[in-house]
């Protein structure tokens, strides 16, 4: 194994997020039954204090919550029909903020704009309704062990998984070259083209993502290719299991700056998960 300080784990941890749930249909997500699961423990005012004595101003992780580097980047959605016309456009947006990283799912909808928040000051997750103006508090969840591991879940290595097709093309301005990433076992898409891009200058190696910095994400080594290594996900095209292209991402914003709005919390009002145990 192999530790990549460049943009390569980025890439991957974008591969990812489709296919988590939360990210790739923007579904609720149920944080009560999350942590009802991780305590394990039927017995409800048992469960709270365990859970107490682990979690927030208990939390030895995180003892510098700090992002070196403040970022935000927004990729565009285009949900395709069969025939290839756009059918549904939504934008999601990543904000990484001084202390932790935002996931806004529909950034812009009305009715279904939802953040998904890690704030290693807080030591806290935040699930945010934005149109309710609530949001739900939680113990915060390192996910390095489902995406650190570097594969889709299947046992697959991301690595192993992509094919440098050695075609270039100038996308949204940036020149790209395409990888193809097959997908092992995800139940929507079969395979990915993704137009790499070097000419996107950030490094976001020492900021956390997920719970962990980007520079420790563990992934097995095997690419050479420094445009995959190095470079930055400007488009990607997703395939049915049909091989027809289903859902286009491009991005849309890059920005060395963060909103630090999406951080505040005094502007909902914040239910305790674990008081709702």
Known sequence: MKTFKNQYCFVLLLVAMSLHPLFSKAQYYDPQSQVEK???DPQRQKGRDAIHKQVYENDKRYKNPTNKVQATIVYQDKELKKNGDVKKTTNQKMVFGKNGECIVINDGDKKGETWM???????ANYVVNVKDRTAMKMPLVNMQKMIGHGDDGSGTSFTKSWVDTGIKQNINGYNC??????????????TMDAWISSEVKISLGNDYMFGERLNQYKLPAGTKNKELSDGFMVRAVFYDKKNRPVLQRDLTEFDKTADEKYFDMSQFKVTDIINEL
Not at 117 to 123: E, T
Not at 177 to 190: L, N, P, R
Request: hydrophobic share 20%; aromatic share 24%; net charge negative.
């Open 117 to 123: 928040i890690y704030n290693y000051a807080d030591k």
């Open 38 to 40: 991780s305590v394990g």
């Open 177 to 190: 070259e395409k990888f193809t990433y097959t997908y092992a076992s995800d139940s929507h898409y079969s």
